[in-house]
């Protein structure tokens, strides 16, 4: 699908419509358009510095832009209070800073106050069946309710990416946007993660992950590449992931291959 280009809005998206948004006073993204869908693993890559991260803040309302707009299922993201947001936009951040001493369970079980602790401690409604029932669901789902007694700090790298990954599910959000989720993990546990995630996509959850290894973005559904802060190409892997697109965002001259039902890249320099 390409970046969006008219006012229609689905009801199921996040949409980013003209956005100009500024790192600093660095103009770090330019004229970007383009919407991301519930049920859709969508990879957001490109060079560094080619507004990657800019971009996923603005679209979670955290860098206001200098001009252009960031609609959520058809509603401006300005018009949604804070607690809303949260709830709908899940976001797991490069570096997750779990408590070390905290059990794995009441680390997860954070993620059901989206948006709603007092003081960033204090719950603002009383705890229910539903919270537990969500938390042990989220626990499931990313095979971690084997060690839910553990503390954090005798996880490994890896597990502890699951657990962030538990406690954004645990909010139940419709969006998880994530900032380089496999950054500084082996490759078993990179696949794990976008094992994890695509079968939250499956389940209905728009996934928008920033990705810095494009043969782990070739498993996504639909790429945006930013190049300078602009949008350079839009759509499924196989017409965004071209030797020629490669070239001029990275310039590195590549092939591209199919193996079964999968791209590779492979760099030829």
């Known amino acids: 699908m390409s970046p969006a280009t008219s006012n229609h809005q689905p009801s199921t998206a996040l949409q ?29 890559i490109g060079p560094n510095g080619a507004g990657k991260s800019t971009l996923l803040r603005a679209l979670l309302g955290l860098n206001a832009p200098e001009s252009g707009e960031v609609c959520l299922f058809g509603r401006s993201l300005g018009s949604w209070s804070r607690p809303e947001r949260s709830r709908a936009l899940a976001y797991l951040a490069q570096s997750e800073g779990l408590p070390d001493s ?45 060690f839910e007694a553990r503390k954090v700090a005798e996880l490994s790298g890896g597990e502890r990416q699951r657990v962030a990954l538990a406690r954004a599910l645990a909010g139940q959000p419709r969006f998880l946007l994530l900032d380089e989720p496999t950054n500084h993990l082996d490759l078993a546990y990179a696949l794990e993660v976008i094992r994890y995630l695509r079968c939250e996509v499956a389940g209905g959850l728009g996934v928008v992950a920033v990705l810095h290894d494009l043969n782990l973005a070739a498993r996504a559904d639909w790429l945006l590449l930013l190049h300078q802060g602009e949008v350079l190409a839009s759509g499924p892997p196989e017409t965004v992931l071209t030797p020629g697109n490669l070239l001029a965002a990275y310039g590195v001259r590549a092939r591209v291959v199919r193996d079964a039902d999968r791209l590779l890249v492979i760099p030829e320099d």
């Open 16 to 44: 980013a419509h003209n956005l100009h948004v500024h790192a600093g006073t660095f103009p770090a993204v330019r004229n970007v358009s383009a919407t991301f869908e519930t049920g859709r693993f969508s990879a957001v």
């Open 102 to 146: 905290a059990t794995v369970r009441d680390v997860v079980a954070l993620g059901r106050g989206a948006g709603e602790w007092r003081f960033g401690l204090l719950p603002t409604r009383p705890w229910t069946d539903a919270d537990d029932a969500a938390v042990d669901s989220a626990l499931d789902r990313t095979d971690t309710r084997r």
